[in-house]
């Protein structure tokens, strides 16, 4: 079974690839085109645990963004995430979108190669529409780090290897009026309790851009908003979502603020913070299995009720670039340190070397409790 189950999916993938170049294939004349593009990523890493066995970790990433255009109104687009593990391999997060357009070609204990469909859209736009169907991304967030008006596709910034972040099964409208202002509304059915239907009005006034949202929220009924613009120099930004039970059971407040500046000698700036209602506010030995179990919603960014984030940026060379971001969860008392630097070998090539270092609080003692290493060497084409 499982080997039917992988040539189905192989030929679902196949099916995928000839639809896309068959849009390159219709007809010469009528505006058609493709386009490729994507990476290759080595990432080795070592982690070293607290309480569990050392690993070693290889990873080789490859993405592909495939789109199609025929005429001047359609568009069709695909976009591909294969990996390859081997060593300690670790546990793969599994497709929960409402078509399963992930698999495993090989699964070992030692050695994975999984591959995920993580775009896969068509759209129609003309004028001020657009229309689209199918897996694709909905960027409703204007906050730098943690986006809380982001209802489809909540992501974790440490997850620094994920830059494109997920995507969703979704029916998407979007109208743009003058002014600066649109209408947006979405739909995502779902193979959980209920399904999703939510509206984002944006609109520029003061200066500032300006975001309204409204939703039926799978349990909950959702009122939010967000808004970006400078005070002086500095860039403000934020973002909140309320969340109504309909079960009458509790609900939550997630709120995110930013700000972030810029010195003439390259020194960038950003500190944020995060409101999580549900958070918890006290540190004991849950609060480890709290933070790996950690189920990422928008109601649900941190598992700490507070969160603090301070991180600075500076170029040492036009090709190098160091980076060192610091968190704080209050109450449960966890500390992130995350130091980088990034050196662009060509337009094509760049490497980097980041940490990833957790401290947190275990009935009064606080210790580090895992140390991460990764080397990045990136090839883009």
């Given at each position: 079974?499982?080997?039917?189950?992988?040539i189905?999916?192989?030929?679902?993938?196949?099916f995928?690839?000839?639809?896309?170049?068959?849009?390159?294939?219709?007809?010469?004349?009528s505006?058609?085109?493709?386009?490729?593009?994507?990476?290759?990523?080595y990432?080795?890493s070592?982690?070293?645990?607290?309480?569990?066995?050392?690993?070693?970790?290889?990873?080789?990433h490859?993405?592909?963004?495939?789109?199609g255009?025929y005429?001047?109104n359609?568009?069709?687009g695909?976009?591909?995430r294969?990996?390859?593990y081997?060593?300690?391999?670790p546990?793969?997060?599994?497709?929960?979108?409402?078509?399963?357009?992930?698999?495993?070609?090989v699964?070992e204990?030692n050695?994975?190669?999984?591959?995920?469909v993580?775009?896969?859209?068509?759209?129609?736009?003309?004028?001020?529409?657009?229309?689209?169907?199918?897996?694709?991304?909905?960027?409703?967030?204007?906050?730098?780090?943690w986006?809380?008006n982001d209802?489809?596709?909540?992501?974790?910034?440490?997850?620094?290897?994920?830059?494109?972040?997920?995507?969703s099964?979704?029916?998407?409208f979007?109208?743009t009026?003058?002014?600066?202002?649109?209408?947006?509304?979405?739909?995502m059915?779902?193979?959980?309790?209920?399904?999703?239907?939510?509206?984002m009005y944006?609109?520029?006034s003061?200066?500032?851009?300006?975001?309204?949202?409204?939703?039926?929220?799978?349990?909950?009924i959702?009122i939010?908003?967000?808004?970006a613009g400078n005070?002086?120099?500095?860039?403000?930004?934020?973002e909140l979502?309320?969340?109504?039970?309909?079960?009458?059971?509790?609900?939550?407040?997630?709120?995110?603020?930013?700000?972030?500046?810029?010195?003439?000698?390259?020194f960038y700036?950003?500190?944020?913070?995060?409101?999580?209602s549900n958070?918890?506010?006290?540190?004991n030995?849950?609060?480890?299995v709290?933070?790996?179990?950690?189920?990422?919603s928008?109601?649900?960014?941190m598992?700490?009720?507070?969160?603090?984030?301070?991180?600075?940026?500076?170029?040492?060379?036009?090709?190098v670039?160091?980076?060192?971001?610091?968190?704080?969860g209050?109450?449960?008392?966890?500390?992130?340190?995350?130091?980088?630097?990034?050196?662009?070998?060509?337009?094509?090539?760049?490497?980097?070397?980041?940490?990833?270092l957790?401290?947190?609080?275990?009935?009064?003692?606080?210790?580090?409790i895992?140390?991460g290493?990764?080397?990045?060497?990136?090839?883009?084409?």
């Amino acid at each position: 079974m499982e080997r039917l189950s992988a040539i189905r999916k192989n030929s679902f993938i196949s099916f995928l690839l000839l639809l896309l170049i068959s849009f390159d294939t219709i007809s010469q004349s009528s505006k058609t085109s493709f386009t490729l593009n994507g990476y290759v990523k080595y990432l080795p890493s070592y982690m070293d645990y607290s309480f569990f066995d050392k690993e070693t970790n290889h990873l080789i990433h490859n993405r592909l963004n495939m789109r199609g255009y025929y005429g001047d109104n359609l568009s069709l687009g695909l976009e591909v995430r294969n990996r390859i593990y081997f060593g300690d391999v670790p546990t793969i997060q599994g497709d929960d979108g409402l078509v399963n357009m992930a698999f495993y070609t090989v699964r070992e204990s030692n050695f994975v190669i999984n591959s995920m469909v993580d775009r896969f859209w068509l759209k129609y736009q003309k004028e001020k529409i657009e229309f689209s169907i199918g897996r694709q991304r909905v960027n409703w967030g204007v906050n730098t780090i943690w986006n809380n008006n982001d209802l489809f596709n909540a992501y974790n910034f440490i997850d620094f290897d994920y830059i494109e972040r997920p995507g969703s099964d979704i029916i998407r409208f979007l109208y743009t009026g003058d002014n600066l202002s649109s209408f947006e509304l979405v739909y995502m059915p779902s193979k959980r309790n209920g399904s999703v239907i939510a509206g984002m009005y944006r609109i520029n006034s003061f200066g500032y851009d300006f975001q309204f949202l409204a939703a039926n929220y799978f349990d909950d009924i959702v009122i939010g908003g967000g808004w970006a613009g400078n005070i002086k120099n500095a860039g403000f930004k934020g973002e909140l979502s309320y969340f109504i039970d309909k079960n009458k059971y509790k609900n939550s407040l997630s709120f995110s603020s930013s700000l972030d500046y810029s010195l003439k000698n390259g020194f960038y700036f950003l500190g944020s913070y995060l409101y999580n209602s549900n958070g918890f506010t006290e540190s004991n030995f849950l609060s480890l299995v709290n933070i790996n179990d950690n189920v990422l919603s928008p109601k649900n960014l941190m598992p700490s009720k507070h969160s603090y984030l301070i991180q600075v940026t500076k170029p040492v060379s036009p090709p190098v670039n160091v980076s060192l971001s610091i968190l704080y969860g209050q109450g449960i008392k966890l500390l992130y340190i995350s130091p980088s630097i990034n050196y662009d070998i060509n337009s094509r090539i760049d490497a980097g070397i980041i940490g990833q270092l957790f401290y947190l609080d275990n009935y009064g003692d606080f210790k580090n409790i895992v140390q991460g290493y990764f080397l990045q060497i990136k090839y883009s084409f």
